[in-house]
């Protein structure tokens, strides 16, 4: 039977101590609201009755298990599993403590409306608030077990496998173990003198070369083809646009093989065109030599994305008031200075969010490189590292995954290509209306 609590606000201490006692047992004891007692003290319960295993699992993940060769593989420990099995549980305890907060604070809030009612309320009532703050929760709550379980577990793993020893040969499980090593592989990769160093050096230093050219190219080009489109015959316009959207209609994926068949060197139609009509006496690497590979990577990306680039102005544009233009031709402003001073302006103002995550998007453009030159050609470090003058560090991250089976090494990379983008999804999230519009 609950006791009788003063009005005047001088339990809240009690309230809090005994909430933080036991889950529930305030609500229970004190506040007669038996709905939540019951749900956070079962929720407590069913967290020690499980406690054992939860140390167990906690305790495997610091270990990572133990060498085993003279059991059966199948009997032996595995430390990948051990290590998801680890974060799960680090999760669930995470779950459980904010629960745990919860249970406090709705201990004392419950206490203050008592204090202000200066009475019990109902059981009916209580249940009705209690559905009604609930529902939201479980209704969430299936969104929220999938984006723990597909997001922050995979990522969590991650970064944990960053700081082990987990690669090929003498660190795959179940046939070994895999060890905590902390920073080292940060260090191999960006502070040692070695190929993993200059070939990840060489890698970043192109995926932020081609992340930056493969945006600005596109944006600018899409940009103005845009003005040029406007400014054109009507009857014409459409013509063009249909033509240049073309590119962005087909699958990247086939656009890219046929450029790849188009560009080869040995046989490809372009180079044996060019020299049937005698422009060139002999063929040009586009794909084979590593400069001009990069340089043929970003032509392409500009041919197949600009398109995108270029609808996005032409919407952009229409919102630009006519009257600016034609103020600015009465003021006897050129097409040029018009350009500058307002189509520019105005379309960079309203499309930098879009820019901004082109520009996260071309950095982690897996298939652009991929699909046209498989990362190639080789490099002098390519022997050891699969790191062609081409690839991306995404590209170069399945290199190491697959063909190396490098999994430290390519989580490290991972977890610096996050470090580096999530300040630009960030920055690009706080910038969109919906967000500035939510803002107090």
């Known amino acids: 039977m609950a006791k009788i609590l003063p009005t005047d606000g001088s339990a809240e201490k009690k309230i809090k101590i005994t909430a933080s006692c036991f889950m529930g047992l305030a609500h229970l004891l004190y506040l007669k609201d038996y709905i939540k007692g019951i749900f956070f003290a079962l929720t407590e319960i069913v967290f020690l009755i499980f406690s054992p295993a939860i140390v167990k699992k906690v305790i495997d993940l610091i270990t990572l298990g133990s060498p085993q060769p003279n059991l059966p593989i199948k009997q032996r420990d595995n430390s990948v599993f051990m290590l998801i099995d680890g974060i799960l549980i680090l999760a669930l305890v995470a779950i459980f403590v904010i629960v745990y907060i919860l249970s406090v604070r709705s201990a004392n809030s419950t206490y203050r409306e008592y204090c202000r009612k200066k009475k019990y309320e109902s059981q009916s009532v209580l249940m009705n608030k209690t559905l009604g703050s609930a529902f939201p929760i479980f209704g969430l709550a299936p969104s929220f077990i999938i984006l723990v379980?597909?997001?922050?577990?995979?990522?969590?793993?991650?970064?944990?496998?960053?700081?082990?020893?987990?690669?090929?040969?003498?660190?795959?499980?179940?046939?070994?173990?895999?060890?905590?090593?902390?920073?080292?592989?940060?260090?191999?990769?960006?502070?040692?003198?070695?190929?993993?160093?200059?070939?990840?050096?060489?890698?970043?230093?192109?995926?932020?070369?081609?992340?930056?050219?493969?945006?600005?190219?596109?944006?600018?080009?899409?940009?103005?083809?845009?003005?040029?489109?406007?400014?054109?015959?009507?009857?014409?316009?459409?013509?063009?646009?249909?033509?240049?959207?073309?590119?962005?209609?087909?699958?990247?994926?086939?656009?890219?093989?046929?450029?790849?068949?188009?560009?080869?060197?040995?046989?490809?139609?372009?180079?044996?065109?060019?020299?049937?009509?005698?422009?060139?006496?002999?063929?040009?690497?586009?794909?084979?030599?590593?400069?001009?590979?990069?340089?043929?990577?970003?032509?392409?990306?500009?041919?197949?994305?600009?398109?995108?680039?270029?609808?996005?102005?032409?919407?952009?544009?229409?919102?630009?008031?006519?009257?600016?233009?034609?103020?600015?031709?009465?003021?006897?402003?050129?097409?040029?200075?018009?350009?500058?001073?307002?189509?520019?302006?105005?379309?960079?103002?309203?499309?930098?969010?879009?820019?901004?995550?082109?520009?996260?998007?071309?950095?982690?453009?897996?298939?652009?490189?991929?699909?046209?030159?498989?990362?190639?050609?080789?490099?002098?470090?390519?022997?050891?590292?699969?790191?062609?003058?081409?690839?991306?560090?995404?590209?170069?991250?399945?290199?190491?995954?697959?063909n190396l089976m490098k999994y430290d090494y390519a989580s490290v990379i991972a977890c610096l290509i996050f470090l580096v983008l999530a300040p630009f999804a960030i920055f690009n999230f706080r910038n969109t209306k919906a967000y500035k519009e939510g803002e107090v």
């Open 149 to 402: 379980i597909f997001v922050v577990v995979p990522l969590l793993f991650s970064i944990c496998v960053a700081f082990t020893n987990y690669s090929y040969p003498g660190h795959i499980p179940p046939n070994d173990t895999v060890d905590w090593v902390g920073f080292e592989n940060f260090k191999e990769l960006l502070g040692s003198d070695n190929n993993w160093s200059a070939g990840f050096a060489r890698v970043a230093t192109w995926t932020l070369i081609w992340g930056v050219m493969a945006t600005i190219t596109c944006y600018f080009a899409g940009l103005i083809i845009a003005v040029l489109l406007k400014e054109i015959n009507v009857k014409i316009a459409p013509v063009f646009r249909f033509i240049f959207i073309l590119p962005y209609a087909v699958p990247g994926v086939v656009s890219l093989l046929v450029w790849k068949n188009l560009l080869n060197g040995t046989f490809g139609p372009i180079n044996r065109g060019l020299m049937q009509l005698g422009i060139i006496s002999n063929a040009i690497p586009w794909l084979s030599d590593g400069t001009m590979a990069q340089i043929t990577c970003i032509i392409i990306n500009l041919w197949a994305g600009f398109a995108y680039f270029m609808l996005l102005a032409m919407g952009t544009m229409t919102a630009i008031p006519q009257d600016m233009y034609e103020a600015a031709r009465i003021d006897g402003a050129s097409n040029g200075q018009v350009f500058r001073k307002i189509t520019l302006p105005l379309v960079l103002y309203q499309t930098m969010p879009l820019i901004i995550m082109s520009l996260a998007h071309n950095i982690n453009n897996f298939g652009a490189i991929f699909f046209l030159t498989g990362g190639a050609p080789v490099h002098l470090d390519s022997t050891t590292t699969l790191a062609g003058s081409t690839d991306l560090l995404v590209t170069w991250i399945y290199k190491l995954t697959i």
